[in-house]
């Protein structure tokens, strides 16, 4: 009987067996930095055994991780007397690869600042946005010191010092003005319920900007980007 190589339903030839997709592979990825997540740290050796997976496998799956900075390798805590040759390499899991677990950070916050108004009301959460904006501010006019008074200058290393924060920052200059945009919001879910974080971050890009501005439109009202209005210098009579 001749042998058929096997179909995909499309009529594409099927993989063979054993091969590794490149689903299968980021999954069985995420397996490796779950136990490490599980257990701490663990060596190539024990994660072989625990996944079932063969050492080589084991072994590629790490290193990705290790390029990616998910994971970094360490000697092995000494338990017992230590035999010879090299200790056996633990792995464990950097800020980053926690950083790509499920977090709750916004949900703890929100419920921060509602005990905060329930407490001492809203003008307790208006103080502590201030506060939190503060050091923000100081960066921020480190970063600006060399921008000088041209005010699209000024925007545009604003911008530069936002984007350093994780806001993902631009300034352009319109007709009618200049526009800062922010194309990331950090705190957007808790701002959504707390405006107060809004007015506390568009008064520092006021007073950094030495003018007054207006937001346009914010992430945290459901708009795909915090856009700020600058208006024109006017200028001075002589």
């Known amino acids: 009987m001749k042998n058929v190589e096997p179909t995909t339903a499309a009529g594409a030839q099927a993989p063979p067996a054993g091969a590794v997709t490149p689903g299968s592979d980021v999954r069985t990825r995420d397996r490796v930095a779950q136990l490490l997540l599980e257990e701490g740290g663990a060596t190539a050796?024990?994660?072989s055994e625990r996944l079932g997976l063969t050492p080589a496998a084991v072994r590629r799956h790490l290193d990705s991780l290790?390029?990616?900075?998910?994971?970094v390798a360490r000697d092995r805590p000494g338990r017992g007397p230590r035999g010879r040759g090299r200790p056996a390499k633990e792995f464990v899991l950097t800020d980053a690869g926690r950083e790509t677990f499920p977090h709750t950070y916004d949900d703890l916050a929100a419920e921060v600042l509602r005990y905060l108004a329930r407490q001492h009301g809203q003008d307790a959460v208006a103080t502590?946005?201030?506060e939190r904006v503060r050091v923000l501010e100081e960066r921020c006019r480190a970063a600006m010191a060399?921008?000088?008074d041209d005010p699209l200058a000024k925007a545009e290393a604003l911008a530069g010092a936002l984007s350093a924060e994780g806001y993902a920052a631009?300034?352009?200059?319109?007709?009618?003005?200049?526009?800062?945009?922010?194309?990331?919001?950090?705190?957007a879910q808790v701002a959504a319920e707390f405006p107060q974080l809004c007015e506390a971050e568009t008064a520092v890009i006021s007073r950094l900007l030495g003018s007054h501005v207006q937001r346009l439109a914010t992430i945290a009202h459901g708009d795909g980007i915090c856009t700020t209005h600058i208006p024109p210098r006017t200028r001075q009579p002589s």
């Open 45 to 47: 050796a024990h994660l």
């Open 128 to 130: 502590f946005a201030e």
């Open 146 to 148: 060399d921008a000088g």
């Open 170 to 187: 631009s300034a352009s200059a319109l007709a009618g003005g200049g526009q800062l945009c922010q194309h990331h919001c950090p705190v």
């Open 66 to 71: 290790l390029a990616e900075g998910r994971v």
